[in-house]
Nanobody, 122 residues
Framework: QVQLVESGGGLVQAGGSLRLSCAAS????????MGWFRQAPGKEREFVAA????????YYADSVKGRFTISRDAAKNTVYLQMNSLKPEDTAVYYC???????????????WGQGTQVTVSS
C-alpha cells in the first residue's frame, strides 16, 4: 500500500503561482511513477503531468505544458507540481497518484490521494 497526501492548494489570482506537494508513505516511493490529475466540477478527471520513478522522464498535458513543472524528491518521499501563469480554467481539485508503471490514464493508477482544491480567480 502507498498512502498519498496532497497539500498546497488554495485561491490565487490569474497569472499567479502555486506549488502542490504530495507526500508518500508506505511502500518504497522510488519504485513508483507519480502523476498529477485534476477534476473540475461536472468534468471527468484529466491527466496533468507524470514523472518516472527515476525522474528521468516527464510528461505534460498540452494545456499545462510550459506553465507547470513536475518534480520529485526521493529523500523526502514527495512529488511536487509547480504551477505558474495560472488561468481560471486551471480551477479544479488536484490529485496525485502512484503506479508501478509510468502511465497517463487515470484508470491505470493504483493509489490516489484525497485531493487539494485549486481556485484561480479572474
Amino acid at each position: 500500500q502507498v498512502q498519498l497526501v496532497e497539500s498546497g492548494g488554495g485561491l490565487v489570482q490569474a497569472g499567479g503561482s502555486l506549488r502542490l506537494s504530495c507526500a508518500a508513505s508506505g511502500r518504497t516511493f522510488t519504485n513508483y511513477a507519480m502523476g498529477w490529475f485534476r477534476q473540475a466540477p461536472g468534468k471527468e478527471r484529466e491527466f496533468v503531468a507524470a514523472i518516472s520513478w527515476s525522474a528521468g522522464n516527464t510528461y505534460y498535458a498540452d494545456s499545462v505544458k510550459g506553465r507547470f513543472t513536475i518534480s520529485r524528491d526521493a529523500a523526502k518521499n514527495t512529488v511536487y507540481l509547480q504551477m505558474n501563469s495560472l488561468k481560471p480554467e486551471d480551477t479544479a481539485v488536484y490529485y496525485c497518484a502512484a503506479d508501478e508503471a509510468l502511465v497517463l490514464a487515470p484508470t491505470e493508477y493504483d493509489y490516489w490521494g484525497q485531493g487539494t482544491q485549486v481556485t484561480v480567480s479572474s
